[in-house]
């Protein structure tokens, strides 16, 4: 287990370097000039030279990249003279648009977009988990059915024209629920969840569909399975036979996908957050990418993989807790 780990997390490391190298060379070829979006519009032809240098912008690509991965590790110093900066650890660089540490920037904004995943993946688990296996032991009968056919219909439908409705009919005809805006927990944990109630639907709703189709054909899968008749040969309870072994079994294809999609959101949802006007990290990166702010763009681009790439090994180890055979073998 010590070798495995070891070398997952040597892949770890292997992914996010080839990820920021992509990312900066894909800004490196752009046409833009960051130093221009740093300077403003007013800026002298002498002032953007200075901007330039002071930015690293005058080096070559592989200086530039060198100075962004020691900076993540050890903290640089941006600029020289009375003008020097100190970047501590780990230091993703300095906004162009606002000159605040990135770092700062998405630390400040992760709060929200954790919030929206964790709040969202719990609901929709429970609503996709719920359907699938109701479908499953009700194979092929009107529930199955109707289950099925209101999965195809939530996934068919984008997760803008949910967030919008759901706008429309519960605040604005219903009057139900304030226009969310996000509270922290810890001051007032009704308002935290009432304000996120809405968004958390609207991703649910999406994901939840999915999770009932996949989760709807793995249990199908594991009820067949021989150890399945054997323990209700056994006269094992029938909740037992569900719980403790099919519903096992067929969670493995279920954790999956829960790594992948609760790692993205993690890294923020761009157009959930946008619509209910909520400041994570998705708003973040899509207002860095309009404005070519390379450092900030850079920094949710490794935060998303970093979570991503962790959110796979974690699901890994938990194969071998859900799953007896994977330990074994």
């Known amino acids: 287990m010590i070798l495995y780990l070891a070398r ?24 833009s000039d960051p130093a221009a ?21 005058d080096q070559p690509v592989w200086r530039q990249f060198l ?13 020289t003279g009375q003008y020097a900066v100190e970047c501590g650890f780990p230091c993703l660089g300095y906004s162009y648009e606002n000159s605040l540490p990135v770092w700062d920037l998405l630390m400040d904004r992760l709060p929200v977009s954790a919030s929206l995943a964790f709040g969202a993946a719990a609901l929709w688990l429970l609503l996709g988990l719920g359907a699938g296996v109701t479908a499953a032991l009700r194979k092929d009968t009107l529930t199955d059915r109707a289950l099925m056919v209101g999965a195809v219909a939530a996934a068919s439908l984008p997760v803008y024209f949910t967030s919008v409705m759901l706008i ?3 605040i604005r005809i219903a009057g139900l629920l304030p226009y969310p805006t996000y509270q922290v927990f810890s001051d007032n944990p009704l308002g935290w969840a ?37 323990a209700r040969a056994k006269g094992m309870p029938e909740r037992t036979v569900v719980v403790k072994h099919g519903l096992r079994s067929g969670m493995t294809p279920i954790l999956t996908i829960f790594g992948m999609d609760l790692g993205g959101l993690l890294a923020g949802a761009v157009i959930t957050e946008s619509i209910f006007g909520l400041p994570g990290i998705g708003r973040l990166f899509y207002g ?18 970093f979570f991503i790439v962790v959110a796979n090994l974690v699901v890994d180890l938990l194969y071998a807790v859900v799953d007896p055979r994977v330990r074994y073998a």
Not at 43 to 51: F, G, K, M, N, Y
Not at 68 to 79: D, E, H, K
């Open 194 to 230: 009432t304000n996120l109630l809405l968004p958390w639907t609207a991703l649910a709703l999406l994901y939840a569909a999915m999770y009932a189709r996949q989760s709807r054909g793995s249990m199908i899968e594991a009820m067949a399975e021989p150890y399945i008749r054997t």
């Open 8 to 31: 997952r997390l040597l892949a770890l490391v292997g992914v996010l370097l080839a990820i920021a190298a992509v990312t900066f060379l894909i800004f490196y070829v752009l046409p």
């Open 168 to 170: 429309y009919g519960v």
């Open 37 to 57: 979006a740093a300077c403003g519009k007013t800026c002298s032809p002498e002032r953007l030279a200075d901007v330039r240098t002071y930015l690293g912008l």
């Open 288 to 305: 860095a990418l309009v404005g070519a702010d390379q450092p900030v763009v850079l920094g949710v681009t490794l935060l998303a993989a």
């Open 67 to 79: 100075d962004f991965l020691t900076g993540i590790f050890t903290g640089r110093t941006l600029g």
